[in-house]
């Protein structure tokens, strides 16, 4: 399969890197030759010199036979424009990055004129992807499948939960939950665990289930489970904390903005009538002080500055709130933010190459018996969630799910059958027309049958 790259960027290069490590053909085009050199020492790909706009650079990369052109500059108009002469020169499909919320507001009528196969906006990801942590502020990360009915969460439970020293099988058994934990990261380890494993404390747990079980579970163990987020505080003025506050407010939460800049401020309160929108620094401590840091239920660090959304989310976790949030541009720095209790994580890079990298690897296997619809990397990329829409009849299709001879490391995780959620038993069955979640620790799981031993 034969990618083209436009822009090495934070995003460019990310997925760069994602599709390269999975053998695809990457062709890479940027104007900064600097850049270019430091991608192809360390990765296994093609770059080319130029603009991804001009005609000659495409056809110097090929374009006629690549399967997709990605467009990922930091230019909306560029991005659009690459793609749609990409399209012309013969590129099978189109992504481009648009961010401008003007443009995104009419990206129907773009898509279609545009001939593109997506779009994607970095801002809007992760403004959902936020709203979704305050929805459970409990969990630490949340992932949706089939079409959001199905939720995996990542929650670390409290010391003194019930849970700490209980087997699953006890958990499911005692509680009747109707959830599955489906992987568990313990010190760096991570297992896909059966019914015998012992929850310890400090274990990370991925959790599937449908919305409203996993309500009824957070009522069980979630630290916060009596209190919903009512108070919002979001440090930073730009399109994420715009998207977010948008869809906070819909959903009657109260939020305060916090910006530097006054012009922005203006904008903000003319976009978002019901917010309260504060000009002045948000790393002002006493200004946070101020404006009732102590009364927020959740605070959100979304400046454009990792060291400062870093620096103001310490001083609240210090005040005690009980939910923070921290958008952060370098993934790196991940795993020192976490050491500082600092669980809830979001970035926009890695937002939208992960939206990217899912929508390649989706693509990939289309004559299969079953679809990847749906594709997450969980733990740093140890473990992978994947979505199969069955389409025709199998090998595994009818069968009772205790008489499939599944792989070790893999685990069925979830059925969704019409309007029916299904946490499996040994007793169900996959059917055609299904969505099946597999979790598994094999990357290289391309259909259902590739978790089944050879008979």
């Known amino acids: 399969m034969k990618i083209i790259i436009i822009g090495d960027g934070k995003v460019g290069n990310e997925l760069a890197k994602l599709l390269s490590e999975e053998d695809y053909d990457v062709v890479l085009i940027d104007n900064n030759e600097k850049k270019l050199k430091e991608a192809i020492d360390r990765m296994d790909i093609i770059c080319i010199h130029g603009d991804g706009a001009s005609a000659d650079v495409l056809m110097q990369a090929d374009v006629a036979h690549a399967d997709l052109v990605i467009a ?85 439970p409290p010391a003194d939960s019930p849970m700490i020293g209980m087997t699953l099988a006890e958990l499911y058994t005692k509680y009747q939950v109707k959830i599955l934990v489906c992987a568990v990261e313990h010190g760096g380890d991570v297992a896909i665990p059966d019914g015998d494993y012992k929850i310890c404390e400090k274990d990370t747990l991925h959790i599937a289930a449908e919305h ?68 002045g620094d948000a790393t002002d401590h ?11 239920d959740a605070f959100i660090a979304l400046t454009g500055m990792d ?35 600092l669980d809830s994580l979001v970035s926009a890079k890695s937002a939208v190459a992960n939206s990217i990298w899912q929508y390649v ?31 025709s009849a199998s090998s595994y299709t009818d069968i009772p799910l205790k008489n499939l001879p599944i792989k070790p490391n893999n685990l069925i995780a979830c059925i969704a059958r019409k309007r029916k959620i299904i946490i499996p038993n040994g007793d169900d069955s996959i059917q055609v027309g299904d969505s099946v979640i597999v979790v598994t620790k094999d990357k290289r799981i391309q259909d259902l049958k590739d978790i089944l031993k050879v008979r």
């Open 361 to 391: 690897r989706a693509r990939k296997n289309s004559q299969s018996s079953a679809n990847v619809e749906t594709l997450y990397k969980l733990v740093g990329g140890k473990i992978e969630a994947l979505e199969f829409i069955v389409k």
């Open 286 to 296: 006493d200004l946070l002080t101020e404006e009732g840091l102590a009364n927020a």
């Open 307 to 341: 060291e400062e959304n870093i620096i103001m989310s310490l001083f609240a976790r210090s005040q005690d709130v009980a939910k923070v949030i921290v958008k952060i541009n370098e993934d790196r720095r991940a795993a020192m933010i976490r050491e500082f209790g």
């Open 212 to 279: 409203r079980e996993l309500e009824k579970f957070f009522k069980l163990f979630g630290s916060r489970r009596r209190d919903k987020i009512r108070r919002v505080m979001i440090c930073g003025g730009g399109r994420v904390s715009y998207y977010l506050a948008s869809r906070l407010i819909a959903m009657g939460v109260q939020v305060k903005i916090i910006e530097l800049s006054e012009s922005r401020c203006e904008q903000l309160c003319e976009l978002l009538p019901k917010a309260t929108v504060i000009n």
């Open 72 to 156: 990922c500059t930091s230019t909306d108009e560029c991005n659009m424009l690459s793609c749609l002469i990409a399209r012309r020169l013969g590129a099978k499909h189109t992504i481009a990055r648009v961010r401008n919320p003007i443009y995104y507001q009419q990206i129907d009528i773009l898509k279609q004129d545009l001939h593109l196969s997506m779009a994607v906006n970095p801002e809007l990801i992760v403004a959902e992807e936020i709203s979704r942590l305050i929805i459970f502020p409990d969990a630490n990360k949340i992932e949706t499948f089939v079409k959001g009915r199905v939720e995996l969460v990542e929650f670390q």
